[in-house]
């Protein structure tokens, strides 16, 4: 089984700000991992995946994220954020092996402030 | 690409009414479907996942019986809440995913709010 924690539930920012959402897992077994926003009232967009290969994943919206082994961390980053970018941000990881389900973390409230 | 469609978006009914939730893939075939719900604040609780002409999987804790799934396609997945009750009322939302496997990541729809009077 897994598990994923977000360890903000909210991070608030200023305009043009850097900001880091961090998310961290447990597994057992190997995962792929991903990053979601939420807007409101609105299904999840997928942000970026991490698969294999690379450990620095870039996304969409100017978004990146860093996976680490060996702290079990997949912390998604940007290095300025818009207004726009005021949304919900979940974490979320899947067995490699099946690939079956998405276990999600709480979510982390991104909120820009002008 | 990957577009999935939810439809409807919104429902507000009376109790003791069935409601069905359509779940579409537009530009692509979907093996796996997943049907979600999302309370307040709250992040994502998956309620079953769905493969094209078999029985829904459902987690533990949600009825079978009243939350009905149907995956008849490789586009189309239902969700009917049968005789909703106050305490249904929330937000759901389906997922597909496409038939290359495992590692691809899954695409939601747009959530439909279910207010149950």
């Known amino acids: 089984a897994q598990s994923v924690t977000q360890l903000d539930s909210q991070v608030p920012v200023f305009e043009e700000a850097p900001v880091e959402l961090r998310c961290n897992y447990s597994?057992?077994?190997?995962?792929?991992l991903f990053w979601y926003v939420q807007y409101p009232n609105q299904g999840l967009q997928l942000l970026l995946k991490y698969l294999s290969g690379s450990t620095l994943v870039k996304g969409i919206n100017g978004f990146e994220a860093e996976f680490n082994k060996s702290q079990t961390s997949f912390h998604l980053r940007k290095p300025s954020v818009h207004i726009s970018d005021t949304a919900e941000y979940f974490c979320a990881v899947s067995e490699r092996t099946s690939g079956s389900r998405l276990t999600f973390g709480e979510g982390t409230q991104l909120t820009v402030n002008p | 690409g990957a577009v999935v469609s939810q439809h409807p978006s919104w429902v507000i009914c009376k109790s003791g009414t069935s409601v069905k939730i359509e779940c579409r893939s537009l530009d692509f075939q979907a093996t796996t479907m997943f049907w979600y719900r999302q309370f307040p604040k709250q992040s994502l609780m998956l309620m079953a996942t769905s493969n094209e002409g078999s029985k829904a999987t459902y987690e533990q804790g949600v009825e079978k019986d009243k939350f009905l799934i149907n995956h008849a396609s490789l586009t189309l997945s239902t969700l009917t809440v049968t005789s909703a009750h106050p305490e249904d009322s929330s937000f759901y939302i389906c997922?597909?995913?496409?038939?290359?496997?495992?590692?691809?990541?899954?695409?939601f729809g747009d959530g439909t709010r279910l207010s149950i009077l």
């Open positions: 597994s057992s077994v190997s995962v792929y």
């Open positions: 997922s597909a995913r496409g038939l290359q496997g495992a590692n691809q990541p899954q695409h």
